[in-house]
């Protein structure tokens, strides 16, 4: 068990570039100074985490904990938790659920297949900010996690 050590990748699995680079200031802004890693798709997504098509050859470790979104086109963010939480080497890693979605039967869903946490994704940038560095605090600073490997 440790801590995610700031060299540890953070994987964000995101389509919309406005909610990206959101994601990616609102972590400047809490200090953040983890890697980042983007997919912008839920394929992209599972390609890197599984090393097939373009990360065949790739050495990028695997990340220390993962922000899906929920609504992608394509495979979409709930076939991906499922792909990541029924896999032995994969199941352990902290994925939280960032969207726009407060739907109860999107939230039950996220939980029941394996999701570490479900946040909302706040609409002003204040709001948005504030809840990363809680993110950050939390599941960076204070959460003890089991190693992956």
Known sequence: MSKINSTQTILIVEDSDDDFEVTELAFKEANLINPIIRCDDGQ????????????????????????LDLNM????????LRKIKGNERLKEI???????????KDIDE??????????????????????????????LEIAILPRVD
Do not use: Q
């Open 94 to 104: 902290p994925v939280i659920i960032l969207t726009t979605s407060n739907d109860e």
């Open 44 to 67: 992209d997504a599972l390609d890197l985490l599984y090393k097939e098509g373009r990360y065949s050859n790739s050495d990028i470790s695997l990340p220390g904990i993962i922000l």
């Open 110 to 139: 996220c939980y029941k297949i394996g999701a570490n946490t479900y946040i909302k994704k706040p609409v002003d940038m204040e709001s948005f900010v504030a809840s990363i560095k809680r993110l950050k605090e939390y599941w």
């Open 73 to 80: 086109p394509g495979l979409d963010g709930r076939k991906v």
